[in-house]
């Protein structure tokens, strides 16, 4: 049986294995399939405190995969299906490494992308509608493309894809950014940014054609109802925990995260970091600052049981 077991290769799980390495714990990290988490689609991170200059997500990351490995941290390329965590022996069931058995797990396992649940949204899903700027934004050089959200990874989207589109809209559902004001600035200050207020996408023009050719749009405030030209839509409305794999083994909150008190689940020697349990603050820093305290939870939870 192993002593820790961590779900999930953002920066909670990875400062998490870098935390109980260090405490001899031998942890084992199962990274998911589609590893590194939300920093591998973000392109310059500023915020992360030790880095001058801005560092590219993907290699932030990556680079906490090998600090980790260093200190003896087996990362497994695998995925977490299923599990059973109310005995002693935690059971996770694994895509291709079979059941993995813990005296701790850690889950660590983030959030996904949020989509607006339109059924033109799900047909051109890959064929004109994204929901990463920094993954596909190069395929629209020289084109017209909106972003639909005004939080921050809105405006981040908006600003990285006005790097290469013609034209970049944003439509928002109110008439202020929830966004950061140095963020939101940044995109009023644009020139090629235009922002449409009070709307919400009611359709993405295109499906009969295979791939995306315009948006029709609705304000909410005097209903009216326009169609707006484009080639790409870029979805940029929150996130959503992933917790499917738990089915009822811990307590969730309305939508879906995990309900932990200083990263302590509902389920003794269970413990949670990151944006699968924070609703409010869903920083790198602060995702690896909580992947810090799990695994000092998880030393004290092995040393008292
Ligand atoms: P947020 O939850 O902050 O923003 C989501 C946005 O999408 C809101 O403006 C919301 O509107 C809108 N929205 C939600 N649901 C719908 C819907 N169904 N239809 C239309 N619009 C919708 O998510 P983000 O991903 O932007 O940011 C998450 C966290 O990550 C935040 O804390 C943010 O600060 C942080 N972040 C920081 C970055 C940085 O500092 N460089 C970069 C990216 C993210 P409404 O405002 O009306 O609720």
């Known amino acids: 049986m192993e002593n820790v077991v961590i779900i999930g290769s953002g920066p909670a799980g ?59 941290v087996r990362v497994l390329m695998d995925e977490v299906t299923s599990c059973e965590l109310s005995g002693d022996a935690k059971k996770l069931k694994t895509e291709i490494n079979g059941e993995l058995e813990a005296r701790v797990v850690i889950v660590a396992t983030g959030a996904s992308a949020r989509y607006l649940g339109l059924e033109s949204e799900k047909l051109l899903m890959g064929k004109g509608v994204s929901a990463c700027a920094t993954c596909d934004g190069s395929f629209f050089k020289g084109q017209r493309v909106a972003v639909v959200g005004g939080g921050d990874t809105a405006m981040e989207d908006a600003l990285y894809l006005s790097r290469m589109a013609e034209r970049v809209t944003v439509i928002h559902r109110r008439d202020q950014f929830r966004a950061s004001k140095i963020m939101a600035d940044r995109v009023l200050g644009s020139d090629k940014i235009d922002v449409v207020w009070d709307s919400v996408v009611e359709e993405i023009l295109g499906a009969e054609t295979g791939a995306v050719t315009g948006l029709r749009l609705k304000n909410v405030k005097s209903g009216e109802v326009s169609e707006l030209e484009l080639q790409g839509v870029f979805v940029a409305i929150g996130h959503v925990p992933n917790t499917s794999f738990l089915s009822g083994q811990l307590e969730l909150d309305a939508e879906g995260y995990i309900v932990a008190d200083r990263t302590r689940t509902s389920v003794p020697g269970v413990f949670a970091a990151g944006d699968v349990q924070d609703r409010s603050y869903k920083q790198a820093v602060t995702a690896a600052g909580s992947g810090c305290m799990a695994a000092l939870e998880a030393e004290r939870f092995i040393d008292s049981n």
């Open 14 to 72: 990875y400062t998490a294995a870098i935390y109980a390495a260090r405490a001899n714990l031998e942890p084992v990290l199962v990274s998911g399939m589609q590893p590194g988490g939300q920093l591998t689609q973000t392109t310059d991170v500023e915020n992360y405190p030790g880095f001058e200059n801005p560092v590219d997500g993907t290699l932030l990351v990556e680079t906490m995969r090998k600090q980790a490995e260093r200190l003896g």
